[in-house]
């Protein structure tokens, strides 16, 4: 199985920081990566596919970027409704494989 | 737009067989991959299984000898079942589009709200 390592795992910042998350794929996976986010008691809405396209209708200040092994997530300015949990999806391999999650919280 | 809303029981006794539906509306059952997800409460996210438009399925190794999806096309659902179910089996149950591009670029969307299950006699 493909391991993927999000770090951090915790993240503390301010409404209009600029935060990065990060996902390591423990193989390559060329961009066959997913971003998701999780509010709570909801189910993961997609961010972003093939590693840096953005679904649609989903704000332009999230933005990915990377390929192969290295890959992130980048928020330009944060906004109250983004505090939530982040996971990473890996869809190049089966089992499909998440990473295990970077809760960003309101510092 | 297709949505997607899970159904079935919320308790499910120790080494019985764990039963859920997914219906789909807005959307054909023949037209794209269908998936199941599962979440224990407080930790992350784990991929069950799909079923394709051709009825073909594939599981996670770590539960395929206790899964089963399948479709019923007259219902346009799709279904989950987990056999000899344990305390760890304890989850919410996610379903989800499977959606496959011309690209072979592929993500889950969109997901239904989702259906907690809890195993306990």
């Known amino acids: 199985d493909i391991h993927l390592t999000q770090s951090p795992s915790f993240l503390s910042a301010s409404v209009g920081d600029r935060v990065t998350i990060t996902c390591r794929a423990s193989q390559g996976i060329s961009s066959y990566l997913a971003w998701y986010q999780q509010k709570p008691g909801k189910a993961p809405k997609l961010l972003i596919y093939a590693a840096s396209t953005l679904q649609s209708g989903v704000p332009s200040r999230f933005s990915g970027s990377g390929s192969g092994t290295e890959f992130t997530l980048t928020i330009s300015s944060l906004q109250p409704e983004d505090f939530a949990t982040y996971y990473c999806q890996q869809l190049n391999n089966y089992p499909r494989t998440f990473g295990q999650g970077t809760k960003l919280e309101i510092k | 737009q297709v949505q997607l809303q899970e159904s079935g029981p919320g308790l499910v006794k120790p080494s019985e067989t764990l039963s859920l539906t997914c219906t789909v509306s807005?959307?054909?059952?023949?037209?794209?991959?269908w998936t199941w997800i599962r979440q224990p409460p407080g930790k992350g996210l784990e991929w069950i299984g799909y079923i394709d438009n051709s009825w073909i399925t594939n599981y996670n190794p770590s539960l395929k000898s206790r899964v089963t999806i399948s479709v019923d096309t007259s219902k346009n659902h799709f279904s989950l079942k987990l056999s000899s179910v344990t305390a760890a089996d304890t989850a919410v149950y996610y379903c989800?589009?499977?959606?496959?591009?011309?690209?072979?670029?592929?993500?889950?969307?969109?997901w239904g709200q989702g259906t907690l299950v809890t195993v306990s006699s």
């Open positions: 807005g959307g054909s059952l023949s037209s794209y991959y």
């Open positions: 989800a589009r499977f959606f496959y591009s011309n690209s072979r670029h592929n993500w889950f969307d969109p």
